[in-house]
């Protein structure tokens, strides 16, 4: 009887590897048209292996697996882009982990995620040509929230409304902001500039190129970065009905 082994072609971030018996590896991967998948590697620890150089941690491969429900093998592996500026450095490699541990929390498996995949592939793009990290970083966060379905559009004040224009404060359970005559002490706030609404305007309305002219100094970067993780860290809580995996 002649066995009919389909097959599926799909580009891929390598996300993680890890060891299986003497001479396999499992891969996680992202994969635009299968959100994340663990696929086996056969041989790959092997000197000569056809398949090494190609699955690599944070390189981008075009793969060919086969159909199979539990764990699909690769049969080939080509190398589409190697990083290697990320690769060689352990400052942009840190950078790199920051932008996959969360995707790799997000995405879903066997769930076709074309938009994340892209600005994911984009940071890691922009981040190996060593554009400004605060503007890549932020960037990403910015797409990721929207994705998501939590970023942050409603810029006037949740009591009085009125535009938030100076120094004001966050309602971190609402995504909503509160100026300071408003301002409580039975509220849950964190205080926030006026500069971190700049920022966050910017990021919403713009493509990349004109993000990069920005000038966003580090104290104001890491205002905004903490204000996108705690809605997204508040979002990984939340029971998602489809999201098995998170
Ligand atoms: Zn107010």
Request: charged share 25%.
């Amino acid at each position: 009887m002649v066995r009919i082994l389909c097959m599926q072609k799909t580009l891929a971030i390598i996300l993680k590897k890890q060891n299986l018996g003497e001479t396999d590896r499992i891969i996680t991967i992202f994969s635009p048209v299968f959100g994340k998948k663990r696929v086996v590697a056969r041989a790959v620890r092997k000197p000569l292996s056809k398949l090494a150089g190609h699955l690599d941690t944070m390189m981008v491969s075009q793969l060919i697996l086969t159909r199979q429900d539990d764990l699909p093998k690769i049969t080939s592996a080509e190398l589409v882009e190697s990083f290697d500026n990320i690769r060689s450095s352990f400052t942009l490699l840190e950078k790199s982990f920051a932008i996959t541990k969360i995707i790799e929390r997000v995405i879903l498996e066997d769930i076709s995620q074309q938009t994340i995949f892209q600005f994911t592939l984009d940071a890691l793009t922009r981040l190996d040509e060593q554009y400004a990290w605060n503007n890549v970083w932020l960037t990403f966060l910015s797409n990721l929230t929207d994705e998501l379905g939590i970023s942050i559009t409603d810029f006037t004040c949740l009591n009085c409304a009125k535009k938030i224009q100076e120094d004001a404060a966050i309602i971190l359970s609402d995504r909503r902001f509160i100026c300071n005559s408003c301002l409580h002490e039975r509220l849950q706030y964190k205080k926030i500039s006026k500069n971190l609404i700049k920022v966050i305007q910017v990021l919403n309305k713009n493509k990349f190129d004109y993000v990069l002219r920005l000038q966003i100094p580090d104290i104001v970067a890491k205002e905004v970065e903490e204000v996108y993780l705690r809605e997204i860290t508040q979002w990984f809580n939340k029971p998602w009905q489809h999201y098995s995996a998170i």
